[in-house]
């Protein structure tokens, strides 16, 4: 029997509810399948600084290290937003990725059908469906650039630094070409080369290592046009490869173009041999924490990620999809996915937690 040693970080808000439901899933697949997972749970985030004093305690990135995969929940909260940058949970997440040398952020953006009404666009752009997967470099550009403040000709000013080499576009341009192989065969690069230096190599880098991929479609995109065909023709997208920046903003438009940020998954991967970390693209929600009104899909989607992507366990990833696709089907929502008019009531985190234990095949 396999054993898979997950280094969980319930965090903030609402994370430990819907890590807790995330965490039933994949105990009732390791029964049905003969996996054993054992979990061992470290502080980050809010939680971290009011028990230590810091965001992302040594021990926690310790046990991260030393573990299989990494299953995260949010971390913030209203509580913690007066604290200075270096002080914020948010660190703990630049820590982790650092920590982890995750470099390459999957985010797929799909349209459930049983949740089509939710979107947003033109009925007509719907139907065409979205099946998108950004693949967002994590641990570069400005988010880890030089920054600081100085003296300017305005006064004080404050600044950070977009920068990118060469062996940090190649890596992230390969993990986008296999995905892409694996899928439609179609790579979005965007950039904003017709301004940015760093834009320019970040093409330069792409088009020469699409020579390896001859059989992938490779096409660039400005970052602000890429916003609006996005949501202008979303069904055009395949897998779309970009910066960090760029990335985090993108794909947050991609999250909401599927009507549903509470159901969407992430994962964020190093090289290959090292633990990924999972988690759902949605934060804490410190609004409606421990109310038992969380959507515990894009966590338990985040496990299918995991078991897929960090486990190989292919068919048990494919059976925690399919419950959550036949959940969905059968009308259960949790308040955030419910429109207005649907007829029954929404139910809370742990119901949807268990139903979609009951739909494991
Ligand atoms: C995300 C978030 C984070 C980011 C924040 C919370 C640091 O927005 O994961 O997209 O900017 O990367
Ligand atoms: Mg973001």
Redesign the pocket.
């Known amino acids: 029997m396999a054993e898979f040693r997950i280094a969980l970080i319930p965090g903030d808000g609402i994370g430990p509810e819907v890590v807790g439901e995330a965490c039933l899933v994949l105990d009732a697949v390791g029964r049905r399948h003969g996996h054993s997972f054992r979990y061992e749970s470290v502080l980050a985030g809010g939680c971290a600084l009011d028990a230590t004093g810091e965001p992302l305690p040594a021990a926690t990135l310790k046990t991260c290290q030393e573990s299989d995969a990494v299953l995260l929940g949010a971390?913030?909260g209203w509580k913690w937003d007066v604290l200075p940058g270096n002080l914020r949970p948010?660190r703990a997440?630049?820590g982790l990725?650092s920590g982890l040398g995750l470099y390459a952020?999957l985010r797929p953006a799909t349209l459930h059908p049983a949740l089509a009404a939710a979107c947003p666009l033109r009925a007509d752009i719907a139907a065409l469906g979205i099946d998108v997967v950004f693949v967002?470099e994590?641990t570069g550009g400005m988010?880890f650039g030089e920054r600081g403040r100085r003296q300017g000709k305005y006064g004080l000013e404050g600044y950070d630094t977009e920068a990118y080499g060469v062996g940090e576009i190649e890596r992230i341009a390969r993990v986008g070409f296999e995905l892409a192989r694996k899928r439609r065969r179609k790579l979005t690069s965007v950039d904003k080369a017709n301004v940015l230096e760093s834009s320019r190599v970040w093409r330069e880098v792409v088009v020469r290592v699409a020579a390896e991929y001859p059989d992938v479609a490779l096409d660039h995109m400005y970052v602000d046009n890429a916003s609006m065909q996005l949501i202008r023709r979303p069904s055009d997208f395949d897998v779309c490869v970009t910066t960090?920046m760029f990335g985090?903003i993108l794909?947050?438009e991609a999250g909401q173009i599927t009507g549903s940020i509470g159901m969407l998954p992430?994962a964020s991967l190093g090289d290959p041999g090292k633990p990924g970390m999972y988690?759902p693209?949605h934060?804490s929600a410190p609004d409606i924490a421990g109310q038992d009104k969380a959507n515990p899909l894009a966590t338990i989607l985040s496990t299918a990620m995991m078991l897929r992507l960090s486990f190989g366990l292919d068919e048990e990833a494919d059976a925690i999809e399919r419950a959550v696709t036949a959940v969905l089907s059968s009308g259960a929502r949790t308040a955030d996915i419910r429109l207005a008019g649907d007829a029954a009531a929404p139910i809370g985190t742990r119901a949807m937690g268990r139903l979609v234990v009951q739909h494991l095949a």
Do not use: A, I, M, T
């Open positions: 971390v913030g948010e997440l630049l990725r952020n967002r994590l988010y960090n985090d794909s947050d992430s988690e693209v934060g």
